[in-house]
Each structure stands twice: as C-alpha cells, then as structure tokens.
C-alpha cells in the first residue's frame, strides 16, 4: 500500500480549507507550500506579486520541506490557478524536490479561468514524475472531496512496482 502526502499552496484559505478536507478523509499527511516572503494580504497587491514573477519566470522560495519525502509514493498538490497556470511557488516546489517517479495529482481551485496551462507547466518542471490529469475542484462543487480522496484511495491500493 502507497503513502500521499498533499502538498498545498493556499493565499485565502480557500485551498487550505480543501486539502485539510481531503487529508481528514484519507487520512494523508499534509503539508503547507508556505513562501519565504508572504504574499500581500491585498488581493490586488498579491495579483501583481504573482504577474511579476510569472513575467520573470521567478521561482519564489519556499519555507521549510517535507519531511521524509522519500516515503511517499503520491504527491497531490492543490493550489489556486493564477495568472492562467499554477503559482510559480508551486514550480519551485516541484523543482527543489526529488520526486522521480511519483504519481503527481494535481488539483486547482479558481474563481473562473479554469485550470489554463498548469498541467504543462507542472510537466515541464517536473518531467520525471508521473503526472495524473488535474483535478479541477472549483468545477466540481461539493463533490471535490469525496472526487479528490477517490482518486487519492485508488492509487494507494494498487501494487507498487
């Protein structure tokens, strides 16, 4: 049996909120994508924060790492879509961590955009996992979870190789 830990990015609450939901029904450690140097409390502030390192290919450091990473075989990683893709604070996350051969779950929440170019650009920072399709959880409303902890369940079932 598998182990997952879902790794989150969450400025609002709002994806923080969903990740302790899904960690509560699978039981999955949890770990917070917190960087280094806060994001503005002022939406519109932390708007430009997040373009300017978009438009600059910044990655944004992180606080901290998990422990024992070598120990999971899923990684699901939730974060808010921003500027049409992930914060690049997730592609330093995915960047600065030996993730060779796990399954990635990716899963966004949004106010209207869609997941955009997130999946490629998690691929591409990433190319030695293996990445599942996201998961857009905004889209599915009251069934993220319980969708989200199936996918979660299903992969932690299957036989190692």
Request: with cysteine.
């Amino acid at each position: 049996m598998s182990k997952t830990l879902i790794a989150y990015f969450s400025r609002t609450g709002i994806t923080k909120a969903l990740a302790r939901a899904v960690s509560v029904k699978t039981g999955s450690e949890l770990f917070a994508i917190n960087p280094a140097k806060t994001y503005s409390s002022s939406y519109l502030v932390a708007i430009g924060q997040a373009k300017m390192e978009h438009l600059k290919n910044e990655r944004p450091l992180i606080m901290g790492k998990p422990h024992n990473l070598e120990s999971f075989d899923n990684i699901v990683i939730m974060f808010p879509i921003w500027w049409f893709t992930c914060p690049n604070i997730i592609l330093s996350f995915l960047e600065e961590n030996r993730l060779t051969g796990k399954n990635i779950i990716p899963v966004c929440t949004y106010g209207s955009s869609g997941k955009g170019s997130s999946e490629q650009d998690m691929q591409n920072s990433c190319p030695n996992a293996k990445f599942l399709p996201c998961i857009e959880a905004t889209g599915l409303k009251n069934d993220a979870v319980q969708t989200i902890a199936d996918t979660i369940l299903k992969l932690e079932a299957e036989p190692q190789k």
